[in-house]
């Protein structure tokens, strides 16, 4: 069993490395986590021990295949908790990343494949993530950024890259929902601001570089 403090580097770990395929630079981790990189390394020699990290002086993490098992684990509580919290609770999609934080630390699987259950096997989280099933299995996805988008490109919002409230709140005030369906109709060269119109009801507004950067679209 790996400690609450182990199972956050693991999903750093995962997160940072594309779902496990990459390499993570130690500094990169650190300042993921916002720990000090002496810290770091202590943790990473530690995981190395469990044959969860490959760690070697001077060269980039990578999780092995026993890592990859782990962490995706725990990224399954966390987005299982969360869209259990949306569905089942009527949280808002910007309340639930705390409360997941949390509730994904229990140890005991029965519980999590009962939430599974309970919401009939979901494949997606309310932030448009794939959910690991109960083997560490997930579904690919290939999103791309709205921002590496052309004029005149239709779309539809699959997920966002950043489950902060901040972020989530601010599309919740411009009623902004995944599935939205868009079109791109200008992009400002100098800044890649965008103005996009939305299909359903043909409203239009504008995203700068940093929104259209977190919004993934298919």
Known sequence: ??????????????????NGVGEVNVKDLSKHLEIKMPTVNSMMKK??????????????????????????????KHRLTEMFLVEKMGF?????????????????????????????????????????????????INYKKLADYSVGDEVEISAVTSSSEEFLKYLNSKNIRLHDRIKIITIEEYDGTMIVEFLKDKKRETFSKVVSSKLLVK
């Open 47 to 76: 995981l190395c021990e469990k044959e969860l990290v490959i760690y070697e002086t001077y060269k980039p993490l990578r999780l092995t295949e026993r890592g990859i098992f782990k962490a995706s684990l725990i990224v399954r």
């Open 1 to 18: 069993m790996n400690s609450l403090v182990e199972e956050n580097y693991l999903k750093a770990l995962f997160h940072l490395s594309g």
């Open 92 to 140: 808002g999609w910007e309340q639930v990343h705390e409360v997941a934080e949390q509730i994904e630390h229990i140890q005991s699987p029965l519980f999590f494949d009962k939430m599974d259950e309970l919401l009939n096997y979901p494949k997606m989280d309310p932030h448009g993530s794939p959910i690991p099933d109960k083997d560490g299995n997930f579904e690919a």
